[in-house]
C-alpha cells in the first residue's frame, strides 16, 4: 500500500496548468530560482560575521573557526558536478525541492550546536544541501528561459545572490549582537519553507535528460581529497596547529590526487566531468573567470570583519559590495555583448583595488571602493555565465551548472583562505594585495576570452 506514495516521492510534480501555459511563466520559474540564490549568499556571508563570536564561545582560533565555512565549502565543491549529473538524469526540479528540504532543516539544527566539532558536522550537512540547490540553479534557469531571454534571466538571479550578499553582512551584525550567533543560521528556516512552496508550483518539470544514471564515485573521491588537502594546508599555513611535515604532505596529496583526478575522467566510462567540455575555450576561460571573480568577491566577506571595530559598522561596510553587484548585474551593460561586459567588469575590479593597497583604510574608502568593485563583479557574473552556459548543450545543463557553481566554490574557498593565510603573515594590506592580484588576472583572462 505503501509502493504508490513511496514512487511519487521520485516524480517531478506538475506545475498547475494555469502556471504552465501564462505566457511569461519563465519569469515565475526563475523568481523560485532566486530564493534559492537569495538564501545561499545570504548564508556564505552572514556566516563570515560570526567568526568573533564563535571563536569566542568555542575558545578557538580564527584558523579553528574558519572551517565553519571552509566544511560547507568543501563539501559543496566536492558534490556539485556528481548532483549535477544525477539531476541531469533523474529531474532537476525533483533535486531542487529535496535539497532545499535538507538546507533548511540542517540550518535549523545548526543553531543548536553546543560545539566547534558538531556546528561544523551540521555544517557539512548543510552543503549537501546547498550542493542540490546549486548545481540545478543555473541550469533551472537556462532551460526554463526562451534563448533571448537567456542573459536577463542570469542577470536577475546574480541580482538575487547580490541582494542575499548585500542583506547578509547587515542583517548578520544586527542578529550576532543583538540575538547571538544561532539566529545566522535560523534566520535560513522561514525563506526556505517558502521556497520550498515556490519551487513545488512554479518550476517545470524537467524536458530534457542525460541517457545516464551512473555517478563516478572514484572521481568523487578524488576531487574530494584533493581540494581537502589542499585548503587543510592553506589553513595549516594561515595559523591552524599544525607541523610542517604534515602542511607539505597535505600539499603533496592535494597535487597527487589532482593528477589522479584528472586521469579517472579520461579512463572512466562514465567521468564525473566530461573533458570535452573544457576543451571548448569559452567553457574552460569562463569557468576559471568564474572561480577568479568569486575569489575577489567572497575575500572582502573574510577581511573586513577582523579589521577591528564593531560587528554593525563591518557589515554596514561590507554591504556596499553586494549592492553594487545587484546593481550592475540587473541593469548595468544590458546592451552591451556578453564579452564586452566581462572585459569591463574584469577592468574595474582590477583597478578599484589599487587604492585598498595603497592609502589608509578607512570606513568611507572601504565602502565606496567595495561598492565599485561589486559594479565590477556585477558587470562580469552574469555575461560569464551565459557565455559559458551558451556553450553547453542543453540535456548537460546540470553538469555544466554544476560546473559553474563548482567554479564558484573553489573560488569561494580559496578566496576565505588566502585572505586568512595573508592577515596571519602579513596584515590586512597583504590581503588587498592579494585580492588586486586575483583581480588583474581576471581582467587578463576576460579580455583573452573576447580575443
Known amino acids: 500500500m505503501l509502493t504508490a506514495p513511496l514512487r511519487r516521492l521520485g516524480v517531478e510534480p506538475a506545475r498547475p496548468r ?41 575558545g578557538e582560533s580564527l584558523a579553528g573557526v ?54 561544523v558536522g551540521l555544517r557539512v550537512v548543510q552543503a549537501v544541501g546547498a550542493a542540490m540547490l546549486q548545481a540545478n540553479s543555473v541550469a533551472l534557469v537556462t532551460t526554463s528561459s526562451p534563448r533571448g531571454s537567456m542573459r536577463a534571466a542570469l542577470g536577475v538571479q546574480a541580482a538575487a545572490q547580490a541582494i542575499g550578499l548585500a542583506l547578509g553582512p547587515t542583517l548578520g551584525g544586527v542578529l550576532v549582537a543583538g540575538a547571538g550567533w544561532q539566529w545566522v543560521f535560523w534566520v535560513n528556516v522561514p525563506i526556505g519553507l517558502i521556497a520550498i512552496a515556490a519551487g513545488r508550483y512554479l518550476l517545470p518539470r524537467t524536458r530534457q535528460r542525460a ?24 589553513s595549516g599555513l594561515s595559523g591552524l596547529d599544525a607541523p610542517v611535515w604534515l602542511v607539505v604532505i597535505l600539499f603533496m596529496s592535494a597535487v597527487g590526487a589532482g593528477v589522479g583526478f584528472v586521469l579517472r575522467q579520461r579512463a572512466a566510462a562514465e567521468p564525473m566531468i566530461d573533458l570535452n567540455l573544457l576543451r571548448d575555450p569559452a567553457v574552460a576561460g569562463g569557468l576559471v573567470a568564474a572561480m577568479l571573480g568569486y575569489l575577489v568577491l567572497f575575500g572582502p566577506l573574510v577581511l573586513i570583519p577582523v579589521l577591528g571595530g564593531s560587528v554593525v559598522a563591518a557589515g554596514l561596510v561590507l554591504t556596499s559590495l553586494p549592492v553594487g553587484f545587484a546593481l550592475a548585474a540587473t541593469f548595468g551593460g544590458n546592451r552591451w555583448p556578453d564579452r564586452r561586459r566581462a572585459v569591463v567588469g574584469g577592468l574595474t575590479c582590477a583597478v578599484v583595488l589599487i587604492p585598498l593597497c595603497l592609502l589608509p583604510l578607512t570606513d568611507p574608502l572601504l565602502a565606496i571602493s567595495l561598492a565599485v568593485l561589486g559594479i565590477g563583479l556585477g558587470l562580469f557574473t552574469p555575461a560569464n555565465n551565459a557565455i559559458v552556459m551558451a556553450a553547453i548543450p542543453a540535456a548537460r545543463s546540470g ?11 573553489l573560488g569561494t574557498t580559496l578566496g576565505v583562505a588566502s585572505v586568512t593565510l595573508a592577515l596571519h603573515g602579513v596584515g590586512p594590506r597583504a590581503a588587498f594585495v592579494v585580492l588586486m592580484a586575483v583581480a588583474v588576472a581576471l581582467a587578463v583572462v576576460s579580455r583573452r576570452q573576447s580575443a
Open 18 to 58: 494555469f502556471v504552465a501555459r501564462w505566457p511569461h511563466a519563465h519569469w515565475l520559474a526563475v523568481a523560485s530560482v532566486c530564493l534559492g540564490a537569495f538564501m545561499g549568499q545570504l548564508d556564505a556571508s552572514i556566516v563570515t560575521l560570526t567568526f568573533p563570536a564563535l571563536s569566542r564561545q568555542f
Open 66 to 119: 574558519q572551517w565553519v565555512s571552509l566544511s560547507y565549502l568543501l563539501t559543496l565543491v566536492a558534490l556539485l558536478v556528481p548532483v549535477g549529473r544525477l539531476a541531469d538524469a533523474v529531474g532537476r526540479k525533483l533535486v531542487y525541492l529535496y535539497g532545499f528540504a535538507v538546507f533548511t532543516a540542517a540550518s535549523a539544527a545548526c543553531g543548536f550546536a553546543d560545539s566547534l566539532p558538531l556546528l
Open 399 to 409: 553538469v555544466g551548472g554544476g560546473l559553474v557553481n563548482m567554479a564558484r566554490g
Open 211 to 234: 541517457g545516464t544514471r551512473q555517478i563516478d564515485w572514484i572521481g568523487v573521491a578524488l576531487l574530494g581529497t584533493s581540494s581537502t588537502a589542499l585548503l587543510l594546508a592553506l
